[in-house]
């Protein structure tokens, strides 16, 4: 190994009363590369990357991120690996007490030495990156879903993390949007040097992103390689969820 | 696996004293959330400003008008105004105060944060390293802290207004011997107790309605309950609370004219 891969999973098993989500998961990502995880609906992929960042515990397994043990890891130091990492939640998670500035200020003002001026900025910048600067003082009930989804990407961003989590980008987006979006995430490690992790069903997205694919299926790692590797494997699991999309 | 109501009920009241002996552990520590808190605390006090006002007027009269009746039949009637103002400031006041606030706020705020949760905005918080206990539970527990005691002294006041009102309608008393009067057996001791005592109310309405928000699994239903308990909850542990704090005040500052 000429490096250690910047996130590594072994092992890694979470059950939920009953439910075995994840039966032995391992998985590992190597700095710069854009790596995609797949998985028919419920397989655990965002259980899977909420390991990740440490929001869940694995039963069994370790989670490492940047040399360290997240899973082990509490208060300050988790908090430190953390900051590192920018997560975009499926469903957005945006403060809904607070508008769209407010939202992505929120993560500068804690984190950065930024004046006021420069903290507007960064915010408006990274709003025109995701396309909707024009939505700055809206609050997100006023937004729709595709929007949502868009400034909450933006506020994953704002704190230039190196490592960034995408649960399901794309999803709710018009197709010009998927394509503005991936190539987003493409920019992002070919400029920045980013390393991430992203969660998608959609193929268009997974084609413009996708350095290497994770297949998840039955709590493990089905396959891993190239997008047209694992497209055109054999195993019947694959070649249902690829013929049906 | 699923817990009866008796289990659920301890299970919860454990988890409830590690997250009150967390609020003290970290509340003095940074972040300090300044302007949350005071965000907070001016939610608490537009919020119930009104309702206050209205509970501590109808306190007040119906107290003069019901007292009237028995203390006339005693020839008593001048006792009239130091007996309300024992009865609001000591007992009256602070209780119905605190529990209708219990009403007021507990159901918001464990539905506030009960729905962050399911919508994983708390989830993303802890991600952000924001911290959202200090964020969410330590800014508004603190904010009822303060103002609960400030509310209540309100609350106790209009109740007075309302009883000075009733009592000039009925024998029109004159106002300056209705307030010697009403403060000739109250002592600061139980001015600063009892209204001191709603702080500690405010921090179980707090706790209670955080801790429920905060701890919600799974979706919209769970929030209902959530609020649903969180006032509950308060309520009774405000009456249970009282007592032990009232026998505490006596054997400390004895009783009122020993
Ligand atoms: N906190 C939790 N408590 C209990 N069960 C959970 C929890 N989180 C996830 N699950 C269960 O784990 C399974 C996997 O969930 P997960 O959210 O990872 O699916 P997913 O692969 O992301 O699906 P989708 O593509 O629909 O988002 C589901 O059956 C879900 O019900
Ligand atoms: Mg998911």
């Not at chain 1, 995430?185 to 040097?193: F, K, S």
Request: proline share 3%.
């Amino acid at each position: 190994m000429s490096q250690d891969p910047i996130i590594a999973l072994r092992g890694v098993k979470k059950r939920f009363g009953a439910l075995e989500v994840l039966r032995g998961i391992d998985l590992t990502v190597d700095q710069g590369v854009s790596s995609v995880v797949m998985g028919g609906s419920g397989s655990g992929k965002s259980v899977l990357i909420k390991h990740i960042v440490g929001l869940l515990k694995p039963d069994a397994g370790q989670v490492w991120v940047k040399g360290k043990r997240v899973d082990t890891l509490e208060g300050d130091a988790l908090d430190e690996v953390r900051l590192s990492i920018g997560y975009l939640f499926q469903s957005g998670a945006l403060f809904d007490s607070m508008s769209v500035f407010e939202n992505l200020e929120f993560f500068l003002e804690r984190h950065t030495r930024f004046s006021k001026a420069e903290r507007e900025e960064r915010i408006m910048e990274h709003l025109s990156m995701v396309g909707l600067p024009e939505k700055r003082d809206h609050r997100p009930a006023e937004l729709s879903g595709g929007q949502k989804k868009r400034i909450a990407l933006a506020r994953a961003l704002v704190l230039e993390p190196d490592i960034i989590l995408y649960d399901e980008p794309t999803t709710g987006l018009d197709p010009v949007s998927v394509r503005s979006v991936s190539e987003l995430i493409v920019r992002l490690r070919e400029d920045l040097g980013v390393t991430s992790v992203a969660i998608t069903h959609d193929l268009l997205c997974a084609e413009i992103i996708a350095d290497e694919v994770h297949f998840l299926f039955e709590g493990r790692v089905l396959a891993s390689g190239t997008l047209e590797d694992v497209r055109h494997a054999q195993e019947p699991a694959l070649r249902e969820f690829f013929g049906s999309t | 696996m699923a817990l009866s109501p008796v289990q659920e009920f301890f299970a919860d009241f454990g988890e409830l004293c590690r997250y009150m002996g967390r609020f003290f552990a970290r509340f003095w520590r940074r972040p300090f959330e300044g302007r949350e808190l005071l965000r907070q605390m001016d939610e608490v006090g537009s919020k119930s400003f009104l309702l206050t006002s209205v509970t501590g007027l109808a306190i007040g009269v119906v107290l003069a008008m019901q007292s009237r009746g028995t203390l006339v039949r005693f020839g008593a009637e001048a006792v009239l105004p130091s007996m309300l103002a024992l009865s609001v400031i000591k007992e009256i006041g602070p209780v119905i105060t605190s529990l209708v606030l219990a009403g007021r706020l507990g159901a918001g705020m464990a539905a506030e944060i009960g729905s962050m949760r399911v919508t994983e905005q708390i989830d993303a918080l802890e991600v952000a390293a924001l911290k959202p206990f200090h964020f969410l539970i330590v800014t508004r527990t603190l904010a009822c802290m303060i103002m609960f005691p400030i509310l209540t002294m309100w609350t106790d006041s209009v109740a007075l207004i309302g009883g000075y009102a009733e009592s000039y309608l009925a024998s029109g008393m004159d106002y300056r011997i209705f307030i010697s009067t009403a403060f000739e057996t109250i002592r600061i001791s139980d001015v600063i107790v009892d209204t001191g005592k709603t702080s500690v109310f405010g921090f179980l309405v707090g706790m209670v309605s955080c801790y429920l928000g905060f701890t919600v699994r799974g979706g919209t239903r769970e929030v209902g309950r959530a609020a649903m308990r969180a006032v509950v909850g308060a309520s009774l542990l405000i009456l249970l609370t009282d007592v032990v704090i009232v026998r505490l005040s006596i054997m400390i500052f004895g009783d009122v004219g020993t």
